[in-house]
């Protein structure tokens, strides 16, 4: 009996033995994180730029005029800096956030500087303060703004603008947008949705949004302080890809008589997928 129990007992022991050995000699792979769809170069009107990233971080803008490269903290945009052509530093923009909302940027330059403050009183509405502060021929001036924005869907839908001169009031705008449904180039780009109102402001000197859909039509109306009203629209033009990514954007002015103001840009999108 005795025998019985022993026999058992090491077949017991060969078999947590056997099972160890094989769960040693699995080999566990970690499964691929998917690249998603990225612009790597855009040309067309404004020549050709490049673009790199690391992951669906954005490295680095670069063409035969200017650089710009970012710099991240975890999965948020913090800093931005500027060259030029022959490397000398054009401009610095820091970027800093509370609880993953944006809510100051600092934008110097040599002879430029330029503050944003963001403020959240709604799910849907950003306000900002935009203050600006140019030196020439050892001249200081400078400009205000008070914005408000509008959000659905991800799309910055309105902004309603305010103009300030020597701190008072100096005229107003409003913008309103209309957008596709399909995909933004830039949509999968890490932290720019976080920056999108900041973006608006077009003070980067490469032009990218944070949108999550592409902009179709661009309403302006500007009314000065007597109240003269000021009226243009940006109808865009875009090409799709298989995947519902623009390929290609034909963007014209026009003035309120419908008749096309300045040139016709476009601009060409190369992916990585």
Do not use: H, W
């Not at 430029?112 to 203050?131: D, H, L, M, Q, R």
């Amino acid at each position: 009996m005795k025998k019985i129990i022993l026999l058992a007992s090491l077949t017991l022991i060969f078999a947590s033995c056997s099972r160890s050995n094989d769960n040693t000699n699995e080999i566990i792979v970690d499964p691929v994180a998917e690249v998603p769809a990225l612009p790597t170069k855009v040309s067309g009107s404004y020549g050709v730029r490049t673009v790199k990233y690391d992951g669906n971080k954005l490295l680095e803008i670069s063409s035969l005029t200017s650089k710009m490269v970012l710099e991240y903290t975890g999965g948020l945009i913090t800093k931005v800096t500027n060259y030029k052509a022959s490397g000398e530093k054009e401009r610095t923009v820091e970027l800093t956030y509370s609880n993953g909302n944006l809510t100051n940027v600092s934008s110097n330059g040599r002879d430029y500087s330029g503050t944003f403050s963001y403020s959240y009183p709604s799910a849907n509405v950003i306000n900002c303060t935009e203050i600006k502060k140019f030196t020439f021929s050892g001249l200081i001036s400078y400009s205000k703004r008070e914005i408000t924005y509008t959000l659905n869907n991800g799309n910055i839908v309105s902004e309603g603008v305010v103009f300030y001169s020597n701190d008072k009031p100096d005229g107003k705008a409003s913008i309103v947008y209309t957008y596709d449904d399909k995909n933004n180039t830039f949509k999968n780009i890490l932290g720019v949705d976080k920056i999108k109102v900041f973006l608006s402001s077009e003070e980067l000197l490469e032009s990218i949004t944070g949108n999550s859909n592409n902009i179709l039509t661009m309403d302006i109306t500007n009314i000065s302080l007597a109240g003269v009203l000021t009226k243009y629209k940006f109808i865009n033009n875009i090409s799709y890809s298989a995947n519902n990514y623009p390929i290609q954007i034909i963007s014209k002015k026009y003035d309120a008589n419908n008749q096309q103001q300045g040139n016709t840009i476009t601009d060409f999108f190369e992916y990585n997928k």
